[in-house]
């Protein structure tokens, strides 16, 4: 097992992968990797959606916010991962790791509650193609996207502060890579059944609500689909909602492990490979997944290069 550097009194020290230092530099160059993808691909998201007239939809102002998201979500980790990895000492402030804390759950539970938002929109999209623009209009969207940084930062502000505030008795080794709420909680030196019983009913409700609202949405756009007898219409229904669902099941699929049930076994044993996963990996891969599967983006970003190019000749 890897020496820890503890030298630092007062500090949280994040046990992290230390138990693995032959697995820590692998996750070094995968974190690394992951994180410049990331930065690169939600930020030419964003850039192409505001900057192109033709995405100045409902669906690519909903993709602008969740690649903002994952984008600050990252940061709010990757930065401190890959210096516990790299170095002997393995500790992080406890003004850092309360602003971590607030940080990554802010921005995951706005993201569980935005994905919900845009499943409504691709709802709307296909089932009510003809009143598209009247339901979704921008005022609407705002309220949605407002709606969902309001569930996460109030969701934040109660179970962040509540956890923090949680007597340790001088407890300081977290055993995860970073300071989230379900390891936190496990330092504490007094009874935590009831913050558990909280942290699993905010789970219900930034969790499995959204989740039973998106799988609500997908049956009505499935129905819609199955009466639906062009293959041209199959193709461009599933292309309009193939990419978001693959998100979806992504996120859900390693979010729910943790914060569904953080007691288990399997919670315990791979969190931290799950959180890894929901927190660095799947940022990455939504660029791509949008778009690689998405006309629209590819189509965009192949006019924005048009655009540069006659621009620099001109200049020439």
């Known amino acids: 097992?890897?020496?820890?550097?503890?030298?630092?009194?007062?500090?949280?020290?994040?046990?992290?992968?230390?138990?693995?230092?032959?697995?820590?530099?692998?996750?070094?160059?995968?974190?690394?990797?992951?994180?410049?993808?990331?930065?690169?691909?939600?930020?030419?998201?964003?850039?192409?959606?505001?900057?192109?007239?033709?995405?100045?939809?409902p669906m690519y102002y909903f993709l602008t916010h969740l690649s903002?998201?994952?984008?600050?979500?990252?940061?709010?980790?990757?930065?401190?991962?890959?210096?516990?990895?790299?170095?002997?000492?393995?500790?992080?402030?406890?003004?850092g790791c309360a602003i971590q804390l607030y940080a990554s759950l802010a921005l995951g539970s706005t993201e569980c509650v935005l994905l919900a938002v845009m499943a409504f929109d691709r709802y709307a999209a296909v089932c009510r193609p003809l009143h598209y623009a009247t339901v979704m209009h921008s005022r609407l969207c705002q309220s949605l996207v407002g709606m969902a940084w309001l569930s996460g930062v109030g969701n934040t502000l109660i179970q962040g502060t509540i956890t923090l505030r949680l007597p340790r008795c001088g407890n300081r080794r977290i055993y995860?890579?970073?300071?989230?709420?379900?390891?936190?909680?496990?330092?504490?030196?007094?009874?935590?059944?009831?913050?558990?019983?909280?942290?699993?009913?905010?789970?219900?409700v930034l969790l499995l609500l959204p989740l039973t609202l998106i799988l609500i949405s997908y049956g009505c756009i499935a129905q819609a689909v199955m009466r639906i007898r062009s293959a041209q219409a199959w193709r461009r229904a599933l292309g309009t909602c193939g990419s978001h669902l693959l998100v979806v099941t992504l996120f859900y699929g390693t979010i729910t492990a943790v914060y569904i049930q953080p007691n288990s076994s399997y919670a315990h044993s791979q969190g931290k490979f799950i959180t890894l996963l929901y927190t660095v990996v799947t940022p990455t891969l939504n660029p791509l997944i949008y778009t690689l599967r998405n006309k629209d983006v590819k189509g965009a970003l192949k006019r924005l290069l048009q655009k540069d190019r006659a621009q620099q000749s001109e200049k020439l």
């Open 1 to 57: 097992m890897t020496t820890i550097n503890e030298s630092l009194a007062g500090d949280f020290i994040l046990v992290g992968f230390s138990n693995h230092p032959q697995l820590e530099k692998i996750l070094f160059v995968v974190v690394l990797i992951s994180y410049l993808l990331t930065l690169v691909g939600n930020t030419v998201i964003i850039l192409i959606s505001c900057l192109d007239p033709m995405l100045h939809t």
């Open 176 to 204: 995860h890579f970073i300071c989230e709420v379900p390891a936190m909680v496990k330092l504490a030196c007094v009874n935590i059944h009831a913050n558990e019983v909280q942290l699993f009913m905010a789970s219900l």
């Open 68 to 95: 903002f998201v994952d984008l600050c979500l990252t940061t709010s980790i990757a930065p401190q991962l890959l210096w516990n990895l790299h170095g002997p000492y393995k500790t992080i402030s406890p003004t």
